[in-house]
């Protein structure tokens, strides 16, 4: 047996076999069959890849001469010309369609043609012939990029353990739920998108773990409690885990029980207790958990976070207005009549639609955030600010702007939100101005956050990106974890300050960033004031559950005791806090 020390991102435990997932390219190029239904499909798999690898050609086109010189850029330059020479794409869509074969299957049949008649017509022509097969193996990437394939046969109807160097938000559309018992990462971080989006498909993630350690189908134990794996476990090992299984289920149903009462604690202080949705399927969650229950007197404050990044990150192109509308209506219609507040497109670069990427030309997504995307991307904020609008007219919907760091920020996108109202008052389109709201994570905002919170209707804390902002720690990446704490003493102080600053103004201020996940933080986050939280769907039910169990005695002082606590460069130990209580 051997046991393996990494960090906690989800909590839970699974036993399972572990099928090793990989992100590099395609060592085999994957032939199969499409029915016809699939081939429109196909064609835009085959036309996204296209997209991606020119677009990635032309960020290397400058650079290429900045490294290489001027043959560096012709060569670059050479290879996209090879790639937008339609007659290649066209001959591959026609093969698509006659032969019902993948696109990457035909992309290959259609490139060694290409490459067999060159190396036909001499020397010149063979030398030419590596660049077309750079060419091809760009695509192919294309195709599998961030969204990978199992290296080793597993059985999926079992469930897996995904076992992979990282997650990506694309992989993790790409794995269907019912497959997955647990995620194990090389790389990782507590709030990295793709770790938010594995937490919503609750399950337990543990990052930091040496992968090269695990074998394929090998059995596993992941406790995301603690953040260890176990790997082929020891039959006295297993049965300890099957017995901590159960005792966590017996939990869960207890919980369940409680389900009917209002979300309060012992004494009866009323929290306000929202969902986050990163996804549609979260939706479906939220039906299955939440919603089903509410007829039956269950209690829930609505969604305080929709991400809408993944409405435009489904296709190559900004969805248009009516196909906004249709989203916002139907996510409206399912939540039962509850607030649903919706912010805008928030680009960053872990999370950026396609068509941003083909348009930004090489420039960073970090630099284009907030205010900077809306004066660059107007018409795509546009369109959104007016779906919403519209959409606004058949439920309670509310507006939260990203990455406000100042008042000039709020005013850019107030703005926005004033020209979208006129431009449909002109078009005689019905709409309502729903209540406006401002993300407090950049530092900058705490500090200004008397002022910020006079100019709207509520606010949301953001801690993820507060967090990485303060303690200049990337919240993606595994090498500045160690300074990454998600309950880091300054986000504490700085939720306190906003919270303090919302309820001298009367304007409701609620905890959205991952931190509001985990129970064990609880104590100090009321202590905090905080009595507005939004959290993954799948952590739901677990939340209400200890808000119940919680009562003033457990909290009262918890937050100067808990600054005042050993503050060891090590994250655990901050999980442990509410055991010393
Ligand atoms: C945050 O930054 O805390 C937040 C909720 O937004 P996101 O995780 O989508 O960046
Ligand atoms: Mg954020």
């Excluded at 709030?191 to 059995?219: E, K, Y």
């Excluded at 670069?349 to 420039?363: L, N, Q, S, V």
């Excluded at 504490?492 to 959205?512: D, P």
């Amino acid at each position: 047996m051997k046991i393996l020390k990494g960090l906690s991102a989800s909590v839970g435990i699974a036993l399972g076999k572990a099928g090793l997932y990989s992100l590099d390219d395609y060592i085999n190029i994957p032939h199969y069959k499409i029915p016809e239904s699939q081939i429109d499909n196909e064609l835009k798999r085959l036309n996204n890849a296209f997209l991606l690898a020119a677009s990635k050609l032309e960020n290397m086109v400058d650079r290429s001469r900045d490294l290489f010189g001027e043959e560096g850029k012709s060569i670059i330059s050479a290879h996209l010309a090879i790639l937008n020479d339609p007659h290649i794409k066209e001959k591959i869509e026609a093969m698509i369609k006659s032969r019902h074969i993948n696109a990457e299957h035909a992309l290959e049949d259609v490139f060694e043609d290409y490459i067999k008649r060159l190396t036909r017509h001499g020397l010149h022509f063979e030398e030419i012939s590596h660049d077309v097969k750079d060419v091809r193996d760009r695509l192919i990437e294309s195709f599998s990029q961030a969204q990978g394939r199992f290296t080793c046969p597993v059985n999926k109807k079992e469930g897996i353990i995904v076992v992979s160097e990282r997650l990506t938000p694309s992989m993790l559309l790409h794995i269907p739920r019912e497959n997955v018992l647990a995620f194990v990462t090389h790389q990782g971080g507590y709030t990295s998108h793709a770790t938010i989006l594995a937490r919503s498909m609750d399950v337990p993630v543990v990052f930091g773990i040496d992968i090269n350690q695990i074998d394929c189908n090998a059995d596993m134990i992941v406790d995301g409690t603690v953040g260890t794996v176990h790997v082929w476990p020891d039959k006295k090992t297993l049965d300890r885990y099957i017995k901590k299984q159960e005792q966590q289920k017996k939990r869960k149903d207890f919980c369940l029980l409680k389900r009917k009462h209002p979300v309060q604690t012992k004494e009866g202080l009323r929290i306000n207790l929202k969902v986050n949705i990163s996804t549609m399927g979260e939706i479906d969650l939220l039906k299955k958990y939440v919603i089903e229950e509410e007829t039956k007197g269950i209690h829930y404050d609505g969604i305080g976070l929709l991400r809408t990044e993944f409405i435009f990150m489904r296709g190559e192109s900004v969805p248009s207005e009516e196909e906004q509308i249709s989203i916002y209506r139907n996510i409206l219609q399912q939540t039962s009549g509850k607030s649903v507040i919706i912010r805008l497109l928030d680009i960053s670069p872990d999370k950026t639609p396609a068509f941003i990427e083909a348009m930004i030309k090489g420039k960073q997504t970090s630099d284009i955030r907030g205010a900077r995307a809306i004066a660059m991307y107007k018409d795509v904020y546009i369109t959104q600010v007016r779906s919403i609008l519209r959409s606004a007219v058949h439920g309670q919907v509310k507006i939260l702007f990203p990455m406000v760091a100042d008042i000039d920020d709020l005013y850019i996108a107030k703005n926005l939100v004033d020209e979208a109202a006129s431009s449909l008052k002109k078009e005689g389109k019905k709409f309502s101005l729903p209540p406006l709201g401002i993300m407090f994570e950049t530092p900058s905002s705490v500090m200004l956050a008397d002022q910020l919170l006079r100019e709207v209707d509520f606010a949301n804390i953001g801690t993820n990106d507060l967090l990485q902002y303060s303690v200049a720690a990337s919240r993606e990446s595994l090498t500045s974890q160690e300074s990454y704490h998600i309950m880091h003493p300054s986000v504490v102080r700085m939720i306190e300050m906003v919270t303090r600053s919302g309820r001298q103004q009367g304007k409701e201020v609620c905890l959205c960033g991952e931190v509001s996940s985990f129970e064990q933080f609880y104590p100090v986050l009321l202590d905090a004031g905080v009595i507005s939280y939004s959290v993954p769907v799948t952590k739901y039910e677990d939340i209400k559950c200890e808000l119940l169990h919680i009562s003033e005695s457990d909290y009262k002082g918890k937050m100067e005791q808990y600054l005042t606590f050993l503050r060891l460069k090590d994250q655990n130990k901050y999980f442990e806090f509410n055991d010393k209580k």
